[in-house]
Protein backbone atom coordinates (compact mmCIF):
# COMPACT_ATOMS: atom_id res chain seq x y z
CA UNK A 1 0.00 0.00 0.00
CA UNK A 2 2.51 2.52 1.54
CA UNK A 3 4.94 1.15 -2.19
CA UNK A 4 2.17 2.35 -4.53
CA UNK A 5 1.64 5.18 -2.69
CA UNK A 6 5.34 6.45 -3.42
CA UNK A 7 5.22 4.87 -6.68
CA UNK A 8 2.37 6.69 -7.46
CA UNK A 9 3.62 10.35 -6.13
CA UNK A 10 6.42 9.67 -8.30
CA UNK A 11 5.21 9.75 -11.34
CA UNK A 12 3.41 12.63 -10.66
CA UNK A 13 6.97 14.01 -10.20
CA UNK A 14 8.59 12.77 -12.52
CA UNK A 15 5.78 13.56 -15.87
CA UNK A 16 8.56 14.88 -18.07
CA UNK A 17 6.21 17.57 -20.61
CA UNK A 18 4.44 18.82 -17.44
CA UNK A 19 4.29 22.77 -17.37
CA UNK A 20 4.66 21.78 -13.25
CA UNK A 21 7.70 24.47 -12.87
CA UNK A 22 5.44 27.27 -13.08
CA UNK A 23 2.17 25.54 -11.32
CA UNK A 24 0.74 28.29 -8.81
CA UNK A 25 2.80 31.23 -10.31
CA UNK A 26 1.62 35.15 -11.13
CA UNK A 27 2.01 35.40 -15.15
CA UNK A 28 0.74 38.78 -14.43
CA UNK A 29 3.93 39.68 -12.26
CA UNK A 30 6.35 37.73 -14.56
CA UNK A 31 5.02 40.14 -17.90
CA UNK A 32 5.95 42.99 -15.40
CA UNK A 33 9.75 41.82 -14.45
CA UNK A 34 10.00 40.36 -18.07
CA UNK A 35 9.37 43.45 -19.88
CA UNK A 36 11.51 45.55 -17.43
CA UNK A 37 14.45 43.28 -17.47
CA UNK A 38 14.58 40.77 -20.45
CA UNK A 39 13.02 42.78 -23.23
CA UNK A 40 15.19 44.87 -23.82
CA UNK A 41 18.28 42.63 -24.97
CA UNK A 42 16.18 40.39 -27.26
CA UNK A 43 14.64 43.11 -28.73
CA UNK A 44 18.31 44.38 -29.30
CA UNK A 45 19.73 40.60 -30.57
CA UNK A 46 16.59 40.08 -32.70
CA UNK A 47 14.44 43.45 -33.17
CA UNK A 48 10.57 44.65 -32.92
CA UNK A 49 9.26 44.29 -29.28
CA UNK A 50 11.99 40.85 -29.10
CA UNK A 51 8.75 38.49 -29.08
CA UNK A 52 10.26 36.69 -31.73
CA UNK A 53 12.79 34.58 -30.08
CA UNK A 54 9.94 33.22 -28.25
CA UNK A 55 7.55 32.52 -31.50
CA UNK A 56 10.80 31.46 -34.19
CA UNK A 57 10.40 28.10 -36.07
CA UNK A 58 13.58 27.16 -34.63
CA UNK A 59 13.12 28.23 -31.08
CA UNK A 60 15.20 26.38 -28.65
CA UNK A 61 12.39 25.15 -25.97
CA UNK A 62 10.33 22.14 -26.45
CA UNK A 63 9.42 21.72 -22.36
CA UNK A 64 8.60 23.72 -19.67
CA UNK A 65 11.40 22.33 -18.10
CA UNK A 66 13.74 23.37 -20.52
CA UNK A 67 12.18 26.84 -20.49
CA UNK A 68 12.58 27.20 -16.62
CA UNK A 69 16.16 25.75 -17.42
CA UNK A 70 16.84 28.92 -19.86
CA UNK A 71 15.06 31.71 -17.56
CA UNK A 72 17.58 30.94 -14.90
CA UNK A 73 20.63 30.53 -17.21
CA UNK A 74 19.14 34.85 -18.74
CA UNK A 75 19.06 35.67 -15.49
CA UNK A 76 22.61 34.90 -15.09
CA UNK A 77 22.66 37.35 -17.82
CA UNK A 78 21.41 40.01 -15.73
CA UNK A 79 23.88 38.81 -12.73
CA UNK A 80 21.19 36.78 -11.15
CA UNK A 81 18.76 39.80 -10.13
CA UNK A 82 16.24 38.04 -10.14
CA UNK A 83 14.66 35.30 -7.28
CA UNK A 84 13.48 31.98 -7.79
CA UNK A 85 10.09 33.07 -7.49
CA UNK A 86 10.37 36.06 -9.99
CA UNK A 87 11.64 33.73 -12.96
CA UNK A 88 8.88 31.18 -12.14
CA UNK A 89 6.33 34.15 -12.76
CA UNK A 90 8.03 34.83 -15.86
CA UNK A 91 7.83 31.41 -16.76
CA UNK A 92 4.02 31.22 -16.23
CA UNK A 93 3.57 34.34 -18.42
CA UNK A 94 5.91 32.83 -21.17
CA UNK A 95 4.45 29.63 -20.89
CA UNK A 96 0.88 31.45 -21.22
CA UNK A 97 1.54 34.06 -23.97
CA UNK A 98 3.91 31.75 -26.00
CA UNK A 99 4.86 28.55 -25.89
CA UNK A 100 1.71 27.14 -23.81
CA UNK A 101 3.47 23.90 -22.88
CA UNK A 102 1.29 21.25 -20.90
C1 LIG B 1 22.07 40.24 -22.05
C2 LIG B 1 21.10 39.70 -22.98
C3 LIG B 1 19.91 38.89 -22.46
C4 LIG B 1 19.13 39.16 -21.37
C5 LIG B 1 19.24 40.29 -20.37
C6 LIG B 1 18.12 38.10 -21.34
N1 LIG B 1 18.30 37.25 -22.39
FE1 LIG B 1 17.14 35.61 -22.85
N2 LIG B 1 18.30 35.20 -24.44
C7 LIG B 1 19.39 35.96 -24.86
C8 LIG B 1 19.94 35.37 -26.08
C9 LIG B 1 21.13 35.90 -26.87
C10 LIG B 1 19.14 34.25 -26.39
C11 LIG B 1 19.24 33.33 -27.59
C12 LIG B 1 20.15 32.18 -27.37
C13 LIG B 1 20.09 31.30 -28.61
O1 LIG B 1 19.79 31.76 -29.72
O2 LIG B 1 20.31 30.13 -28.46
C14 LIG B 1 18.12 34.17 -25.34
C15 LIG B 1 17.15 33.20 -25.30
C16 LIG B 1 16.13 33.15 -24.38
C17 LIG B 1 15.09 32.14 -24.35
C18 LIG B 1 14.93 30.97 -25.33
C19 LIG B 1 14.14 31.34 -26.57
C20 LIG B 1 13.88 30.12 -27.45
O3 LIG B 1 12.83 29.46 -27.29
O4 LIG B 1 14.72 29.82 -28.32
C21 LIG B 1 14.29 32.42 -23.29
C22 LIG B 1 13.08 31.66 -22.83
C23 LIG B 1 14.85 33.60 -22.64
N3 LIG B 1 15.96 34.02 -23.33
C24 LIG B 1 14.33 34.18 -21.50
C25 LIG B 1 14.86 35.31 -20.89
C26 LIG B 1 14.32 35.91 -19.69
C27 LIG B 1 13.09 35.41 -18.97
C28 LIG B 1 15.09 36.98 -19.38
C29 LIG B 1 14.94 37.95 -18.22
C30 LIG B 1 15.01 37.36 -16.92
C31 LIG B 1 16.14 37.06 -20.37
N4 LIG B 1 15.96 36.04 -21.27
C32 LIG B 1 17.13 38.03 -20.39
C33 LIG B 1 19.89 37.07 -24.25
C34 LIG B 1 19.38 37.68 -23.10
Redesign the pocket.
Given at each position: MMKSLFAAVFCLLSLPLSAAPFAGASAAAGKA??DK??V???A??FGGDGSK??T?A????KSAQQ?AQ??T???A??GNK?FPED?RN?GAH?NQQF?KFK
Open positions: IHQCSCHAKIYRERRMLQITCNNLLEILY
